[in-house]
């Protein structure tokens, strides 16, 4: 079974609109972290938020905001107002375990913003 | 503050061929990470280093790959003999001790094409 499940391949978005890319995961550890990544058409790994599983409240870095369903196993990430920069690979990750420091990613979803 | 360092940013070569992929994680950071990202299977994590130590090489794909960290600020990946299957883009990472939220920072990662 898959760890980390991203059901959309890409997603499209109007520039200054808000987007939410879907991430759900499977585990059976109480601890564990999910992080989210951007890959630009450049190919580099940009980290962009962090949720642990015993933080009470989402996590939130500027535009970007992270809605943590615990009971659902879901870690959307949501981006306000979209810009022309966000178009990117955005990837799940999960690590499991407190000391584990292995991330699984997902497969990615591909987002595109029209201006 | 210099980020994670990687080279060659390219490289092509003929099948058969030694392959050594280098990398400098950041200063302080404990851990280091090799993936490999193809569009076929994603990131997938081939080893990873805690202070130089192999912890886990459950993700490497074969004898003809190996990686040593002979000291803080220097890795190697090596693929002897290379295979045209392992085109890939790699990618080093490494990040600090902490308490699990520490996010992994990527290099630029070396893109590799067996020909």
């Known amino acids: 079974a898959q760890k980390i499940t991203q059901t959309q391949p890409g997603m499209f978005v109007q520039e200054k609109e808000a987007v939410t890319l879907d991430c759900t995961y499977d585990?059976?550890?109480?601890?564990?972290?999910l992080f989210w990544y951007k890959q630009p058409s450049s190919g580099e790994m940009i980290f962009l938020i962090y949720?642990?599983?015993?933080?009470?409240q989402n996590a939130t870095e500027g535009r970007y905001s992270l809605n943590f369903q615990k009971a659902r196993k879901s870690a959307n990430l949501v981006i306000s107002a979209s810009q022309l920069g966000d178009s990117a690979m955005y990837f799940c990750?999960?690590?499991?375990?407190?000391?584990?420091?292995?991330?699984?990613f997902g497969k990615g979803t591909l987002l595109t913003v029209n201006p | 503050d210099a980020g994670v360092i990687q080279s060659p940013r390219h490289e092509v070569t003929e099948m058969g061929q030694e392959v050594t992929l280098r990398c400098k994680p950041i200063?302080?950071?404990?851990?280091l990470f090799w993936y490999r990202q193809t569009m076929m299977r994603g990131l997938e994590l081939l080893i990873y280093?805690?202070?130089?130590?192999?912890?886990?090489d459950s993700g490497m794909p074969e004898d003809r790959f190996s990686a040593k960290m002979p000291n803080a600020s220097f890795s190697t990946l090596k693929i002897q003999p290379s295979e045209p299957r392992d085109s890939a883009v790699y990618f080093c990472?490494?990040?600090?001790?902490?308490?699990?939220?520490?996010?992994?920072?990527f290099g630029d990662g070396t893109r590799l094409s067996i020909l």
């Open positions: 585990t059976s550890d109480p601890s564990y972290g």
């Open positions: 990472a490494s990040s600090p001790r902490g308490q699990g939220n520490q996010p992994q920072h």
């Open positions: 949720q642990g599983s015993y933080d009470q």
């Open positions: 200063s302080g950071h404990d851990y």
């Open positions: 280093f805690n202070n130089n130590v192999p912890i886990d």
């Open positions: 990750a999960m690590k499991e375990g407190g000391s584990n420091y292995k991330l699984t």
